[in-house]
């Protein structure tokens, strides 16, 4: 038998919000595990040869409390991230246009960098791209990045006008402003539920 078989619902209460774990029971697992389903439910599930259940999910629950409460925060947190940009996305993305073309000129004077055109789209999973005509093209969701993290990416564009590819001499060029650059890739993949 490997379906699983909900046994309990326990309701956890916490200052800003509360959510549930659902308890199931399992002919297959050894161990317990917890995951988060979605931000309102996490799942445990426990060995059906477990005995004492309650007391055990409790002495559980309790010794992972910080690690539940602090992960139910932050899924929390990009739900409500990603709800508030649901009401003003036209009005984001027309004051992106302006920012973010401000933004790039800037920082090309300041590197003396010179491209053609600047175009703000709302592209699925790109945060910028540079054309071989020197045309820059940019993710309005820019805006709603840190400021480092979106000039990262402006500055990123700007180098392949002159290196193409992510080659040893393109990383040292971005190396100069921005020290360990895959740190900034790796922060930019936390802001992909943005997308
Ligand atoms: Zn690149």
């Known amino acids: 038998m490997s379906k699983l078989k909900i046994i309990k619902k326990i309701k956890i209460k916490h200052p800003s919000y509360s959510f549930y774990a659902s308890v199931y029971q399992s002919y297959k697992s050894k161990s317990i595990r917890l995951f988060f389903k979605n931000e309102k439910e996490l799942k445990i599930i426990i060995p059906y040869w477990i005995k004492n ?62 491209y053609n055109r600047v175009f703000i789209r709302n592209q699925k999973r790109r945060w910028g791209s540079c054309s071989s005509s020197g045309n820059l093209s940019f993710n309005w969701r820019l805006i709603l990045l840190p400021k480092k993290l979106c000039d990262y990416v402006i500055y990123h564009e700007l180098i392949h006008l002159r290196k193409k590819g992510h080659q040893k001499d393109f990383w040292q060029e971005l190396g100069k402003i921005f020290p360990y650059p895959q740190s900034y890739r790796k922060m930019l993949r936390d802001f992909e539920y943005l997308f």
């Open 53 to 114: 259940k309650d007391e055990i999910i409790e002495n559980f629950l309790h010794q992972n409390q910080d690690w539940i409460i602090s992960k139910a925060l932050k899924l929390n947190e990009h739900k409500q991230k990603r709800e508030n940009l649901n009401i003003p996305e036209a009005q984001l993305k027309y004051s992106a246009k302006t920012e973010i073309k401000k933004r790039v000129l800037e920082i090309a004077q300041k590197h003396n960098f010179e």
